[in-house]
């Protein structure tokens, strides 16, 4: 059976989709890309599109995608099933590349889709907040670094897990940090199993 709110949901998402509000600014143009339904129970918040990501329209379809899906310890069809995990970056739309990796997501995503969007997703209950940027809008007591964020990951329980960016670039700091795979990935894995229904 729908809900009210249902469609407000689906009117909201069509609007993120068809949004140029930044595209003058876009190197590739807009693309906005993001997976919600209303049931939802775990919400994944990542930074913006990567260039792979942009070009196939799929959130998360490449390595950092795999690595993410391995350590929530879900399948493909579990993870691009939006009844169960929704897919909300901080920016819908790939931003271009800078010196050192893609450039940060546009704050007019945030400014204009973010507050109502969440509001239409009541069932979420676990939250995975990736990153510096989703870090710093969902966690109001975060440390004063990623890695000290992440660290303090049981303050922030059980409504929001902080992890590190998934991607490639990112394998330094978790040889560096081998507490992370042997502790926190763990509890993200039970949390997520708890959370959706058995496949």
């Excluded at 209950?125 to 870090?135: D, N």
């Amino acid at each position: 059976m729908d809900r009210p709110d249902d469609l407000a949901l689906t009117t909201l998402v069509a609007d993120i989709r068809a949004c140029r509000l930044c595209e003058p600014s876009l190197p590739h143009g807009a693309r906005p890309v993001i997976q919600v339904g209303s049931r939802a129970r775990v919400l994944v918040v990542g930074q913006a599109p990567g260039r792979r990501v942009h070009e196939s329209g799929v959130p998360f379809d490449d390595p950092s995608g795999d690595r993410l899906r391995l350590w929530m310890g879900v399948s493909r069809a579990q993870f691009y099933d939006p009844k169960q995990i929704a897919l909300v970056p901080m920016g819908f739309c790939y931003p271009g590349t800078g010196k050192s990796g893609d450039l940060p997501p546009r704050s007019e995503c945030t400014e204009s889709w973010r507050a109502p969007l969440l509001a239409l997703l009541p069932d979420v209950e676990f939250t995975l907040v990736i990153g510096q940027y989703a870090i710093g809008w969902h966690l109001a007591d975060r440390k004063k670094n990623l890695t000290e964020t992440v660290r303090a990951w049981r303050q922030y329980g059980p409504e929001y897990l902080p992890l590190p960016h998934p991607s490639p670039r990112n394998n330094r700091w978790l040889k560096n940090n081998g507490w992370f795979e042997a502790n926190v990935v763990p509890h993200l894995q039970q949390r997520v199993q708890a959370l959706l229904p058995t496949p």
